[in-house]
């Protein structure tokens, strides 16, 4: 189960090539999707976090900060003011850090842009193959992650995965106060 889920959130952010994004289209789409996996798999978590889509960045450290207002002390280690980006970074390098096969997978860590499917103007779900090991184990597969056209430039946007989680931490909030 433990590998299994590690594996989904790997998949979720498989390595590719990249260049930079700056207009809209499935190139630009595609090379801010591979720039992102590229950052993540590098542990370059900053970097990551900018390509991000800023609103839901924004929405996800706020649920943090709140999280650690209710539990009294807070849920990441970052200095007061962080900007979301750093806080999704130290949020990021202590799940990575508490798993000892996510550095095994990093390392390991293979992945290829297939091709994007529009929908609409402003929305292309981009189509990653991913291979990496866990534990001595080949795994991976196909993912696909949206990216957002701003009007100025492409944006990572949260997958259904992270918004499940982030319901999760919602409900946890909300019996908190009660």
């Avoid at 989904?8 to 994004?21: D, E, K, R």
């Avoid at 980006?85 to 949020?91: D, K, L, N, S, T």
């Amino acid at each position: 189960m433990r590998l299994a889920l590690l594996a989904g959130c790997l998949l979720a952010v498989a390595p590719c090539s990249a260049q930079t994004a700056t207009t809209p289209g499935a190139p630009g789409a595609e090379a801010v999707v591979g720039a992102y996996v590229d950052a993540f798999a590098a542990g370059q978590h900053v970097k990551a976090a900018g390509h991000l889509d800023p609103a839901e960045l924004a929405a996800f450290t706020s649920l943090l900060d709140r999280m650690g207002k209710q539990a009294g002390t807070p849920l990441v280690d970052v200095a007061p003011g962080a900007d979301p980006a750093q806080v999704f970074a130290a949020f990021l390098r202590q799940i990575t850090g508490a798993e000892p096969l996510m550095g095994e997978a990093f390392e390991t860590m293979r992945a290829q842009v297939l091709g994007s499917v529009a929908e609409g103007d402003s929305l292309r779900h981009v189509v990653v193959r991913s291979a990496f090991e866990m534990d001595g184990v080949p795994t991976g597969g196909v993912q696909a992650t949206t990216a957002r056209w701003t009007g100025t430039r492409w944006v990572v946007t949260f997958d259904e995965r992270m918004r499940q989680f982030q319901r999760t931490l919602e409900a946890a909030i909300a019996g908190g106060d009660q």
